[in-house]
């Protein structure tokens, strides 16, 4: 099982050490989707997946979710976060055994959902759907410091309730100078690109794990398509995610990585509890 660079009290203690760092970006992928972003001593978690649930759920099936990467920190130990994200509702972006620790160690947390999966976050959360932050694709958020902009994601497409919202989200996160572009769980659909380069995005979050009928899943971008999306919308540094989490649905960073090389478009692979700080 790959073990992460930092985890649990190490990881803590990395987190409270950048804290005087407040000129500065620092992210930590917690693997899957999920990233910790920290910015002047605030905390903003995007979409984790913090807890053994979905291995647990499927371990006498005929599709085990079987971990690849130790678990990196305990939820109930996260107990400085002001704003966590949840871009749909698959588990490893909506787990209960995640969210509800988080909500418990952070009394004024603020959670915020597609507004078209309210009633389903809350039920799932066993909190009442007012707790409950709603956002949509042009609806702007504004929570402990974070602007947070709803925009379209396609897994595989982009699905609209019968009001017209969209079921899955990507977010535009704002703090200072700093725009951050998590995708959520996404393929490229027409228009995303133009619509993403009017963003000016400092980082990119993108999905790698691709999309294969076989896995009975809904897919993402390849590599080679995150690294193309992101050079097209002129993102300044790429970082991958949704990969090396179970087994049966993920994808070596190689050939994410030779792409972004030929495209000359700059990239970091984050490994597991690592560090990624961006300068002011």
């Not at 009442?128 to 042009?138: H, K, V």
């Not at 402990?144 to 379209?152: D, E, K, Y």
């Not at 998590?182 to 228009?191: A, C, E, L, Q, Y």
């Not at 400092?202 to 999309?211: E, H, Q, S, T």
Request: proline share 5%; with cysteine; charged share 20%.
């Amino acid at each position: 099982m790959i073990v992460p660079v930092l985890s649990h009290q190490a990881l803590l203690a990395d987190i409270r050490a950048a804290a005087d760092e407040t000129d500065k970006l620092h992210l930590w992928w917690l693997g899957q989707s999920g990233f910790l972003v920290q910015w002047q001593q605030r905390h903003l978690l995007l979409d984790p997946y913090l807890s053994d649930s979905l291995t647990k759920k499927y371990a006498a099936t005929d599709k085990p979710h079987v971990r690849m990467t130790e678990l990196v920190v305990d939820p109930a130990k996260l107990d400085m976060i002001a704003v966590v994200t949840s871009s749909h509702n698959h588990t490893d972006h909506l787990d209960g055994e995640t969210l509800v620790p988080l909500l418990q160690a952070n009394r004024d947390l603020a959670v915020v959902v597609p507004a078209a999966n309210r009633e389903f976050a809350a039920e799932r959360l066993h909190v009442p759907p007012e707790r409950l932050i709603g956002i949509d694709d042009g609806v702007t958020i504004e929570a402990a410091g974070f602007a947070l902009h709803g925009v379209p994601a396609a897994h595989e497409t982009v699905e609209r309730d019968a009001l017209g919202r969209c079921r899955f989200l990507g977010i535009i996160a704002q703090c200072g100078g700093w725009t951050i572009y998590h995708s959520g769980d996404t393929i490229r659909f027409d228009g995303m690109a133009e619509s993403l380069s009017r963003w000016n995005i400092d980082v990119a979050i993108l999905p790698i794990n691709g999309r294969a009928a076989e896995r009975r899943v809904a897919g993402n971008l390849w590599g080679r398509e995150a690294a193309q999306l992101a050079h097209d919308i002129s993102a300044g540094v790429v970082i991958p995610c949704h990969y090396e989490m179970f087994a049966f649905n993920t994808a070596p960073p190689d050939e994410f990585a030779a792409a972004c090389d030929a495209l000359g478009q700059a990239f970091r692979v984050a490994k597991c509890g690592e560090r990624i700080t961006l300068p002011a």
